[in-house]
């Protein structure tokens, strides 16, 4: 794309609404005595880390995290001071840089462990790392049986700071399902075990659903991510704003007759004389062509459907009588507010979840503009 061409479509960030997302978060943390890590991983769930990241640190965020310690060292190299925590990286990966940077960083198993070490001794620093105990969503972490040579083989190391045990939950998101508490329990249990081997380390367990739904598992730490995004992973309602909007224009409108069909397929046919408008957004910008028929836009103060195919660079959209002028804004899901489509319909329509339709919104084709002031 031409840097010194006007987009054809945007993703708008507003940063005063994951401040005031990540404040509403951190609140509740802070209630239980908490601090709060913003996670960022994936590009900050497609809305820009290093950005949410200064945002979220301006809330009231004290942590971040990231999924690897590349993601963890774009931040750090951004100028973000605040304490980082890497948790999924591949064996090929050196901690050295990392722990040079002071970088925390996870270990689930021993491997990584002699792993971490080792960098540790080349950095000539101490590592800090968060043991991490799987209790029971059977994907990273270390199984329960493994746990206590784990913790033994960390506490004996005198290159380590063991910082934190933690581990994540399964099922947050279904506030009551049986399986939180027994996580919850299995949790104790491995701190318990630390605790024994002679370690003082803090505790992280909540993700956003837990922040919001369950303050006993708050620990010394949360680390929020969909939520300070504004969307919302519970059932009940919180007063949380969605950050992301994509939108473009109309570049083009005309009236078709009775009969005439729209796009490729020709899947969609007027029943009557009405007036479309061309969009310049297809599924090379994120928008799924699994959309096609099932979608509406926000265009002229209303809610009209796209008719025909989403194609890769273009949608049309069914007008009726009204004539939008060229150049009018299209909105493709926002907040809500006005009444546009939200990332969640998008996800409810195509039977995902808002996290994948907002994380999938990194694309080159569209340029990403960030508002809001908050306190600065
Ligand atoms: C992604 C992630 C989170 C954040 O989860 P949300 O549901 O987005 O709040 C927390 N912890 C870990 C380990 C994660 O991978």
């Known amino acids: 794309m031409s840097v010194d061409q006007p987009p054809r479509a945007e993703v708008v960030i507003d940063l005063d609404a994951v401040r005031h997302n990540l404040g509403l978060l951190s609140a509740r943390a802070a209630a239980s005595g908490a601090a709060t890590m913003a996670v960022v991983k994936a590009d900050g769930y497609g809305h820009g880390a290093v950005p949410v990241a200064g945002a979220a640190v301006e809330a009231g965020a004290t942590w971040l995290g990231a999924c690897s310690l590349g993601e963890a060292l774009d931040l750090r190299r951004a100028g973000i001071t605040a304490r980082l925590l890497s948790w999924l990286d591949t064996p090929d990966v050196d901690f050295t840089a990392g722990i040079a940077e002071d970088v925390d960083i996870s270990v689930s198993s021993a491997g990584e462990l002699a792993r971490v070490v080792a960098a540790a001794d080349r950095a000539g620093e101490r590592a800090r790392v968060h043991l991490k105990i799987d209790t029971g969503l059977a994907r990273n972490g270390c199984p329960p049986h493994s746990w206590p ?6 506490a004996a190391e005198p290159g380590l700071d063991v910082v934190a045990v933690w581990s994540h939950l399964a099922c947050a998101d279904e506030p009551g399902h049986p399986s939180i508490d027994l996580q919850a329990r299995r949790f104790a249990d ?17 993700n956003s659903a837990a ?6 598992l708050h620990f010394d730490l949360v680390r929020t991510g969909i ?29 078709i007759e009775t009969g005439e069909s729209v796009s490729y397929g020709h899947t969609w046919t007027a029943a009557r004389d009405t007036t ?5 957004v297809g599924y090379g910008d994120g928008v799924p062509r699994t959309l096609s028929g099932r979608m509406s836009v926000w265009l002229g103060g209303k ?8 194609c890769m660079d273009q949608i049309v959209v ?7 002028a060229v150049g009018s804004e299209v909105v493709l899901f926002g907040a809500g507010t006005r009444g546009e489509p939200t ?12 996290y994948e339709i907002v994380t999938g919104m990194y694309r080159p084709r569209v340029r990403r503009r960030y508002t809001g002031e908050g306190g600065r």
């Open 318 to 324: 069914d007008c009726g009588d009204d004539e939008p």
């Open 276 to 280: 479309v408008a061309l969009v310049p």
């Open 303 to 310: 809610r009209r459907p796209v008719v025909g195919r989403v």
């Open 211 to 216: 922040t919001l739904t369950r303050p006993d």
């Open 343 to 354: 990332a969640r319909e998008w996800a409810d329509t195509l039977g995902t979840i808002d």
């Open 149 to 154: 040579a784990l913790v033994k083989a960390a």
């Open 190 to 206: 491995a701190y318990r075990v630390a605790r024994d081997a002679g370690l003082d380390p803090m505790r992280h367990l909540a």
């Open 227 to 255: 939520a300070m995004y504004g969307l919302n992973p519970v059932p009940q309602p919180e007063d949380l704003r969605p950050a992301m909007t994509l939108r473009s224009s109309v570049v083009l409108t005309k009236r």
